[in-house]
């Protein structure tokens, strides 16, 4: 299994700031996303890290919003822009490659509280 | 449109029972259904994962059941533990896509 190291773990930010997470993998994986998972609320995917090329994102997320950078295959970073309360949430990382036939794993999370 | 649907939303069982969660999927183009299992604070982490080729995959108390006509499968922990509680998201995937779309979810509790 690939091992994901996620920073921060959390932060408390103000509104209108931005936060970059970062994601860091062990080994090389073919495919890493970022999901948003609300409080008491399961998983929603925000995109897909593209290495080299723009992350393709699911309706509802914007590249405004969500820049997503993907420099190679074992790193990505995620920014939330402009915070309101309503981004307060745990952002995820995972990574899933052919090599582990599909299996999809994540990091810890990134529990984000905007006051 | 929800593609995963999860039930029951929330579930307890006596130390020692069948806990049984079930999922529906619509997207026939899924071609990989694991469990995750989540405690607070932490990822989900994977725990027990089924492809439609096969009906029924069973590691130590966890069992998947896949009906593959119905568009459904379930997960059966047997003899459940306190330390079995946790929320548990049933989740299907496209290989060649890798993303994965969820179910919202199930919160166990066992009771000692």
């Known amino acids: 299994s690939a091992v994901i190291s996620q920073k921060p773990s959390r932060d408390i930010c103000q509104r209108g700031t931005s936060l970059t997470i970062q994601c860091q993998v062990d080994?090389?994986?073919?495919?890493m996303f970022w999901y948003r998972q609300q409080p008491g609320q399961s998983l929603t995917l925000i995109a897909t890290?593209?290495?080299?090329?723009?992350?393709?994102?699911e309706s509802g997320f914007v590249i405004d919003k969500f820049p997503i950078s993907r420099p190679n295959l074992t790193f990505s970073t995620l920014t939330v822009s402009n915070m309101s309360p309503e981004d307060s949430s745990i952002y995820l990382c995972?990574?899933?490659?052919?090599?582990?036939?599909?299996?999809?794993?994540f990091g810890q999370g990134t529990r984000l509280t905007v006051v | 449109q929800q593609q995963v649907k999860q039930s029951p939303q929330s579930l307890i069982v006596q130390k020692g029972g069948i806990s049984i969660i079930n999922c529906a999927y619509e997207?026939?183009?899924?071609?990989?259904f694991p469990w995750y299992q989540q405690f607070p604070g932490k990822g989900p982490a994977l725990l027990i994962a089924?492809?439609?080729?096969?009906s029924e995959k069973k590691e130590g108390r966890f069992t998947i059941s896949f009906n593959k006509s119905a568009k459904q499968f379930s997960l059966h922990i047997m003899d459940s533990q306190p330390g079995d509680s946790a929320t548990y998201f049933c989740?299907?995937?496209?290989?060649?896509?890798?993303?994965?779309?969820f179910g919202d979810g199930t919160t166990l509790t066992v009771k000692p």
């Open positions: 995972s990574v899933a490659s052919t090599w582990t036939s599909g299996e999809a794993f």
């Open positions: 080994s090389q994986v073919t495919m």
């Open positions: 890290a593209n290495q080299g090329s723009e992350a393709t994102y």
């Open positions: 997207n026939t183009a899924f071609d990989y």
């Open positions: 089924i492809r439609p080729d096969v």
């Open positions: 989740a299907a995937s496209n290989t060649n896509a890798g993303k994965s779309t």
